[in-house]
């Protein structure tokens, strides 16, 4: 029987550690290379250049690599469901095979061409080299749910074997085995489009700081893995000013459009580990990246909605404020702030932004300063940033605004303090908003304090040059932190998750499980019970008729919290005033001694 092969080429733009593709090539007569320019990406107004830039490159660069194997790559214009039944009967297709997506429309669209195909007699064959782990068993031993903390899922994980071992890229000799035939007009029927032709003006466009492609991927691993001391250092990275800039050795992009396979860097990174620290397990930490790749994979899988806040079962539901107008100052980088400002520039002009920069624009956009909804923010890194995965978008931006995975809400950037303990220099803005160059260190973050004279001396001033803060930090960020704290104030109280819900503390039945195990039901009010299996809370703390004192003890705790937040957002300092400390010592130890 003749086997003629289709592979279908989405993300996964590789020849290396490619199982789908290795798939159409065992035991077939014919194979072609697909890659379909799917109107979900290709007719979104959500994509930028930058990223249709990376893209073109990426079909390039396999289109070469394809070249030196005696084939090409056929790029197709059209819907999956109207393009292959046209190709099924044009070249007598028997197998189908692509890489599994673990995306909820991956899977719908994928689910429509497997049974297209049945219909058409076409075998299909699907392979997963996208995540490290097979996600629905994540979710198996979660008790049929996604782990909804890092923790949990990092758990989860420590448990499962190691990943499966890559496979090696696909050789000239498997190639031969399989000879196509490459029509002589193949570059006017399945040529790769132009920024042009997919019109874009390209005028005045910026040369490429990232370039796509699986050639460019495997030499920026290669760099990756030259700096030892790196891999030794990688369970603590520093963030300083260099970490700022795009990095020769950035992967983060090549991963999002396969052009990397994650398990050629996992084990790469595993077994350079070992050679140096001279162990045979390297800790999860090492990994972390990649595990919040697969965390949020796992979290989205299932879950159709999960870049809305409608129909998204874990998404707080925070009333959000609409403002297109600060919502464009922010995406445009004309906020007033040159920290912010310089980020927002380095992702229009590059794609790509640190992710302590992600963090700060994140938490000034929404909960932090501006407060709009992370649905805004996450289409603008949709448009403009190069390694913006359905999954991993949607899911850092509920995490970073506090509507889902995290919710240490009092914990808020300040635009001018933690830009300047990360970069005391200013040469990060003085680069991305040139602007401000002339001026010095000293207002460099907050040049609306500058006198009037060195703003005239520097050629930049504030509200004429450069824009005046669009917004009072301090006052914006207590205001959005009392907020927070009602949003999660009612959601306890819905839920009955509150420390003050909990059933011994309210008089309410239940489990007392959460923070005593192993007490009963019905021995919620024997006290000499409580002391006993309250151990590991405090030191033999005396809980005989201690309740209405643990209320008022949170009580402090919740007015210590808000003196620390207060100082926080005023001068975005990491670290409280001891005085608070010390004050909020007191005030607790004279509450147990006295009781």
Known sequence: MVVNSVHWFRKGLRLHDNPALQEALNGADTVRCVYILDPWFAGSANVGINRWRFLLEALEDLDSSLKKLNSRLFVVRGQPTDVFPRLFKEWNVTRLTFEYDPEPYGKERDGAIIKMAQEFGVETIVRNSHTLYNLDRIIEMNNNSPPLTFKRFQTIVSRLELPRRPLPLVTQEQMDKCCTKIADNHDQLYSIPSLEELGFRTDGLRPAVWHGGESEALDRLSKHLDKKVWVTSLENPRVNTCSLYANPTGLSPYLRFGCLSCRVLYYNLRELYMKVRKRCTPPLSLFGQLLWREFFYTAATNNPNFDHMDGNPICVQIPWDQNPEALAKWAEGRTGFPWIDAIMTQLRQEGWIHHLARHAVACFLTRGDLWISWESGMKVFEELLLDADWSVNAGSWMWLSCSAFFQQFFHCYCPVGFGRRTDPSGDYIRHYVPILKDYPNRYIYEPWN????????????????????????????????????????????????????????????????????????????????????????????VFTQALPYVAKLSAYYLTFTLQCLHWRATWGSVSCPRILCHAARNRTTNLLVSR
């Open 450 to 541: 500058a006198p009037e004279s060195l703003q005239k001396a520097a050629n930049c001033v504030v509200g004429v040059d450069y824009p005046k803060p669009m917004i009072n930090h301090a006052e914006s960020s207590r205001l959005n932190i009392e907020r927070m704290k009602q949003v999660y104030q009612q959601l306890s109280h819905y839920r009955g998750l509150s420390k003050l819900s909990h059933p011994l503390l309210s008089g309410q039945s239940g489990p007392l499980l959460p923070l005593w195990p192993k007490m009963q039901k019905k021995k919620k009010k024997n006290f000499s019970t409580l002391i006993e299996h309250s151990k590991h809370l405090h030191n033999r703390f």
